[in-house]
């Protein structure tokens, strides 16, 4: 067992348990790691999985000491950089949503990695999403799809939701454009590819794009004449016969 390889093994057990939810179990194995290996070079993410696992316990003040010391010990890193994204996230939880705002900021502005700005970039959409401010969650949505738009289409499920929430904020030519994109890597038989036409047809009909849903709804009649919106769609189409 004392192979140079044991570290590492060790490190990826305890990223499998976090994606278990166990986070006992990954305290317990990484504070045993820390103790063995305080010069690997995978020690920032080791106590990075220590922090959110006190956070997921509800331990926050342990938390924040591990939060706090990675941004103070391996400064301008992106181990740095999320450790101030997944504190954020508990500051918000726990009623600081001041502070959690500066801290997703700080890493947005400060990282050169196009996740980590997107990740925290999304973060601060969502909250101002929370807090009701639509017009500038939309602008930080906005930004992560023009310079990484695989970051919000990865997640399909999670990429759909979100075009219907902009979509009912009549956000319609933003919902459109996620849901086409979507549309590129869904087939057929996926659960979101029915569902999703439909919606393309009501918001182009909803944005007064009256030939759009014509044709968008035209092609969710061919493909799914006895569809689960077929019904609704068709009569969409006497309500657009009227408007064209």
Do not use: C
Request: charged share 30%; aromatic share 16%.
């Amino acid at each position: 067992q004392n192979s140079v390889f044991v570290p590492d093994m060790e490190f990826l057990k305890m990223k499998i348990l976090d994606k278990e939810n166990k986070p006992d179990e990954v305290i317990k194995l990484a504070k045993e790691w820390i103790k063995k290996y305080a010069y690997n070079e995978n020690l920032p993410k080791v106590l990075l999985l220590i922090a959110k696992n006190y956070t997921k316990l509800g331990f926050m003040s342990d938390a924040s000491y591990f939060y706090q010391r990675i941004i103070t010990e391996y400064p301008k890193t992106e181990d740095a950089y999320l450790a101030m994204i997944y504190w954020g996230d508990q500051l918000y939880i726990t009623g600081e949503s001041k502070k959690s705002f500066k801290l997703y900021k700080k890493a947005l502005y400060s990282t050169k990695d196009i996740n980590i700005a997107s990740l925290a970039a999304m973060r601060l959409a969502q909250r101002y999403m929370d807090k009701g401010d639509i017009k500038t969650a939309f602008e930080y949505y906005k930004r992560v799809y023009q310079a990484n738009k695989e970051f919000i289409l990865k997640d399909k499920r999670k990429a759909y939701e979100l075009a219907k929430t902009l979509a009912s904020h009549q956000l319609y030519s933003f919902a459109i454009e996620i849901g086409d994109d979507l549309l590129k890597k869904l087939k057929k038989l996926d659960d979101l590819y029915e569902p999703l036409m439909y919606h393309l047809a009501l918001w182009e009909y909803d944005s007064g794009n009256y030939e759009k849903a014509s044709y968008r709804k035209n092609r969710y009649l061919n493909e799914f004449p006895y569809g689960d919106y077929s019904d609704q769609l068709y009569s969409l189409r006497d309500k657009v016969l009227f408007e064209v």
